[in-house]
């Protein structure tokens, strides 16, 4: 293979560009792993959070366009990322460019699950929040002690939150593009809610489960990064 494919990575709620940094602590041979940034967070710490999911998909569009222009990328996005990741894809589409030769998505159910609209976390108190993050996993106990970093963050995972909890989905025409989904076999996720990503794909998707909770990712790295390169590898041969 002449030139790595760019991952292109959509971060969980509360997170930011520097969030699968411990994901894709190895070099692949395969893939450079790159991750945008939605507002208010990070590199963007100054910049107004935003709930509306449309625009985070156009701010989304319009970071990638510098990539787009080069070709050659797949998309990852866990949970929150997951749904982005998806909603980018149909942009993408709308824009009539180039599509990813890929898209890999942990941890979230399909985009129609009826679930969506019935989780409402971003609206509890904060006592009541803090404890479902808590039971989410992926929050270090020195940030979990920390409460200047808590109050820091809070509005942050609430606002993300609220953009998952709050989309409403819009059926669009499947995808032309193969689909890899990795959940964790203890996340509060349905089974049938899972399989609800075939709907958003002409390929068969490739579902597989995998040891622990909502941030399993971080407990098989090396499965994650493995399994994305055979993919990638794989797609390339069939062009």
């Known amino acids: 293979m002449s030139e790595k494919i760019n991952l292109v990575c959509l971060p969980f709620a509360g997170g930011n560009k520097y969030s699968y940094r411990p994901l894709f602590t190895e070099s692949s041979t395969v893939f450079n792993a790159t991750t945008l940034e939605y507002p208010g967070r990070g590199t963007r710490i100054f910049e107004e959070l935003t709930s509306d999911i449309d625009k985070l998909v156009n701010d989304l569009f319009n970071q990638l366009k510098q990539i787009l222009s080069k070709g050659n990328y797949a998309l990852y996005g866990h949970s929150l990322g997951g749904l982005l990741t998806y909603l980018l894809a149909v942009k993408i589409r709308e824009n009539k460019a180039e599509l990813p030769k890929h898209i890999f998505i942990t941890g979230a159910s399909g985009p129609s699950a009826p679930s969506r609209l019935t989780k409402k976390f971003h609206l509890y108190p904060q006592k009541e929040f803090i404890n479902e993050i808590v039971i989410l996993g992926g929050m270090p106990d020195e940030i979990l002690q920390d409460n200047a970093m808590l109050e820091f963050l809070e509005p942050i ?77 794989k797609q390339l041969e069939t062009f």
């Open 157 to 233: 995972l609430r606002n993300d939150f609220k953009v998952s909890e709050t989309y409403v989905h819009k059926a669009a025409e499947a995808l032309n593009i193969p689909f890899t989904v990795i959940t964790g076999i203890d996340e509060d996720l349905t089974a049938e809610e899972v399989l609800l990503w075939q709907k958003e794909s002409i390929p068969t998707v490739d579902f597989m489960q995998l040891e622990g909770d909502h941030f399993f990712i971080m407990q098989h790295k090396d499965f994650i990064i493995n399994a994305i390169s055979e993919k990638l590898i």
